[in-house]
């Protein structure tokens, strides 16, 4: 996870005491865990140690038996997804989604948070910044001269790094 808002002070996103079972099993028991603003942490665990259903419940996809998520103070537990994601929040997956017959340029400029009507997509009516915000990501990640390229013709690991870019374009604070 990587915050883009390292302006506040304290944890953005605190973990207190998270439980979540299926059935009688717990999948996480009384898990704390923390991040700073500014900060990159890593969460690593054998296969079945709780990680991806870490991330459900921070992303709203799981709901815990007991615990809070508190993301700058507020608790996600009862909220809905999307309420979640318009807060900043966006996660990336194992096998990206990604338009395959359009430029990554094209892709990041989609995902961007500017308003989805048809005049929006037309050059004249679309946002300043909205192409230096594309490839300040893009350079942040080391693939700043792939702008141009089709997704579909890049490496799997290319589309890998840049759709972590889409994510961080998706919701402009955190992921
Ligand atoms: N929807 C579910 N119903 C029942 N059990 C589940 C469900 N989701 C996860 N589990 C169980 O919870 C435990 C944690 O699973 P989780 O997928 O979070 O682990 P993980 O650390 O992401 O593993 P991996 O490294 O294999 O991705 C596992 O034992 C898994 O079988
Ligand atoms: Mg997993």
Do not use: Y
């Not at 079972?21 to 996480?28: Q, W």
């Not at 997804?81 to 400029?109: D, H, M, S, W, Y």
């Amino acid at each position: 996870m990587i915050s883009l808002s390292p302006h506040q002070n304290g944890p953005i996103l605190q973990v207190e005491a998270l439980t979540v079972s299926f059935g009688g099993f717990k999948a996480l028991n009384g898990l704390n865990f923390s991040v700073q603003a500014g900060e990159l942490r890593v969460v690593i665990g054998p296969n079945g140690a709780g990680k991806t259903t870490l991330l459900d419940v921070i992303t709203g996809k799981v709901r815990p038996r007991a615990g809070k998520v508190l993301f700058r103070n507020r608790d996600l537990t009862r909220l809905p997804e999307q309420r979640i994601a318009c807060l900043g929040i966006g996660r990336k997956f194992q096998t990206p989604n990604i338009f395959k017959t359009l430029t990554v340029l094209e892709n990041l400029t989609l995902a961007l948070k500017n308003p989805r009507h048809v005049l929006s997509t037309l050059p004249f009516f679309s946002r300043n910044g909205s192409h230096s915000r594309v490839d300040e990501m893009l350079e942040t990640i080391g693939l700043g001269g792939k702008a141009g390229k089709t997704a579909g013709l890049l490496a799997h690991g290319e589309n890998n790094g840049w759709s972590w870019a889409w994510s961080c374009c998706r919701t402009r604070s955190s992921f």
